[in-house]
């Protein structure tokens, strides 16, 4: 191989790998920023509550999959209309998680990680998707709190988040119901 060739595919390496390398750190700088969001919230929150019997700092997660989702939802439990959630057993245990307890506290984030409030777990149902209630739907606060639209919109996620392990939704599957209630935001 000539040398001019060997130097060009060096410098189309070097450039490629410097590429990359920059946006790995601007990707840390994002999740650095994100956690620190994350670790002020909970750090605000135990100032002000220092009976809190959790001073380490818990689990924060968004809803849903898509940002436009997981932004409107945070808002609806900043605005105390969310006080629930659904998720499929079938998640906990494919990802061998373990099941949610009452008194739990979790960080809610919008889609790229701010943090927005602190929830404390308050029920835990163990339902199949066709028992879920019409109560259960209203206090899930999504889309206009009806059953049918819980339905809709729950069967399409739960499909989605199967698909790629060749699974299928199925109306039997249990669902883990959980009710929370809102313990600070800012």
Not at 125 to 137: Q, W
């Amino acid at each position: 191989m000539n040398s001019n060739l060997v130097k060009s595919f060096a410098v189309i390496f070097l450039t490629l790998l410097s590429c990359k390398t920059d946006l790995k750190k601007n990707d840390n700088i994002e999740m650095t920023d994100n956690k620190q969001s994350v670790e002020n919230l909970w750090s605000n929150f135990i100032q002000e509550n220092p009976e809190n019997k959790i001073k380490e700092t818990p689990i924060s997660f968004y809803f849903c999959d898509n940002k436009k989702d997981a932004d409107e939802c945070a808002e609806l439990v900043v605005n105390g209309i969310k006080r629930a959630t659904a998720t499929s057993l079938w998640w906990f245990e494919t990802n061998n998680e373990p099941l949610p307890e009452v008194g739990d506290q979790y960080i809610v984030t919008d889609w790229n990680g701010n943090a927005k409030v602190v929830i404390e777990t308050t029920k835990i149902d163990k339902v199949p998707y066709n028992e879920i209630t019409p109560e259960f739907a209203k206090i899930e606060g999504e889309g206009d709190k009806s059953l049918e639209y819980w339905k809709r919109v729950h069967k399409d996620y739960y499909t989605r988040e199967m698909k790629p392990y060749n699974e299928e939704f199925n109306e039997n599957m249990i669902i883990v119901c959980e009710q929370f209630k809102l313990i600070y935001t800012e």
